[in-house]
């Protein structure tokens, strides 16, 4: 007994410091020795809780694909020994480092970290964890996946979508997942989530949990974020695209439409770039719906506000990209007045606002 607590004191002492050393033969070494302990004893569930709170001290320090691999690696067998501590462990940490990050600028470097965080939380999710801590194993998620689908690296996109559709293969493990994830608050970064989720369902034919987190999804778009007091990034807008396009007329008639135009008389400012990238989103005929909504955006066209004529034309621009060509022509004649104004701003690198129509 004696033996094996100094084994492991010997083995965690300074462990968070000695985790950020620059050599990947340390970090090797280091993921030997815990791997070595790990399957030579049974170990405390507050040890198993301490190992994995520090390991989150690699996510933005390990660059390299080796090093990521050592830790996911190592995840994978606490998970295999220590399933439902491991999982709590994981998300607890995580959420501690990515937790300030949902409202945050995504970029291609931080698109890095966040995939190797998604990694180990899916690597590590089980039926029991979703079953007793589902909403923050899935709010981590959607915090991280916000990031890498906003980013534009195609790369860890790829890699992201195949992580979490393998994950929702487990009919079990989605049915929960589906569970959790409608309990969630609403808010952008479970949007980008659900339509990442939505859009598996729809390929999957999976009818039932389809229909769940599709009028979830609606909610949240109808009663969060075209509603929002503050501009909601169209970065983040464009990640809905894969929900939008399964949107039928009657649920676009019904149920978006009317809050778009409630949203747009009382805050245009605010909602129409937000209504814009929805409608551009979108794979729906809308030339039955023209007339009310070019009334819509046409109110703003002479606004004083630079960056409310911009969003106006954009958004007039992607609502005649989805009408009919006699339609688009109506909307070509509406925005053509406010062409020159346009086109006279050098500051903006807009091709001509004709060629994208």
């Not at 999982?87 to 291609?108: I, M, N, P």
Request: aromatic content about 6%.
């Amino acid at each position: 007994m004696m033996a094996g607590d100094s084994k492991v004191a010997k083995c965690l002492k300074d462990l968070p410091l000695r985790l950020q050393t620059p050599s990947l033969l340390i970090r090797k070494q280091i993921f030997q020795d815990l791997t070595d302990l790990l399957t030579s004893q049974d170990l405390p569930d507050n040890i198993i809780r301490g190992v994995c709170k520090v390991l989150s001290v690699t996510l933005l320090r390990y660059q390299d694909a080796a090093s990521r691999a050592l830790v996911l690696d190592f995840v994978r067998l606490c998970v295999s020994k220590y399933p439902l501590v491991t999982s709590k462990a994981v998300h607890a940490a995580l959420l501690d480092s990515v937790g300030g990050w949902r409202q945050t600028a995504a970029t291609k470097a931080l698109a890095k970290p966040c995939l190797a965080g998604l990694a180990w939380s899916c690597a590590v999710v089980t039926q029991e964890a979703l079953g007793e801590e589902g909403k923050k194993i899935v709010d981590v998620q959607a915090i991280v996946a916000s990031v890498i689908f906003s980013s534009g690296a195609m790369k860890q996109v790829g890699k992201a979508t195949r992580i979490m559709e393998l994950m929702w293969t487990n009919q079990e493990i989605q049915d929960k997942y589906v569970e959790a994830i409608l309990t969630l608050d609403p808010s952008i970064n479970i949007a980008i989530l659900g339509s990442k989720l939505v859009a598996f369902l729809a390929a999957k034919k999976s009818d039932v949990d389809m229909a769940k987190v599709k009028k979830f999804l609606l909610d949240v778009l109808t009663k969060t974020i075209l509603p929002s007091k503050s501009k909601v990034s169209v970065v983040f807008l464009k990640q809905l695209s894969s929900f939008l396009r399964l949107l039928a007329h009657e649920e676009f008639k019904t149920l978006l439409l009317p809050v778009m135009i409630k949203a747009m008389l009382r805050s245009p400012e605010i909602a129409l770039s937000a209504v814009g990238s929805i409608l551009a989103s979108m794979f729906l005929n809308l030339s039955v719906y023209m007339s009310d909504q070019s009334k819509m955006f046409l109110t703003n066209l002479r606004s004083k506000e630079e960056n409310t004529r911009e969003d106006e034309i954009e958004g007039t621009l992607a609502l005649g990209r989805q009408c009919s060509i006699h339609s688009r022509s109506c909307v070509l004649n509406l925005v053509a007045p406010f062409a020159r104004t346009r086109s006279a701003q050098p500051s903006h690198s807009y091709p001509p606002w004709w060629t994208t129509l």
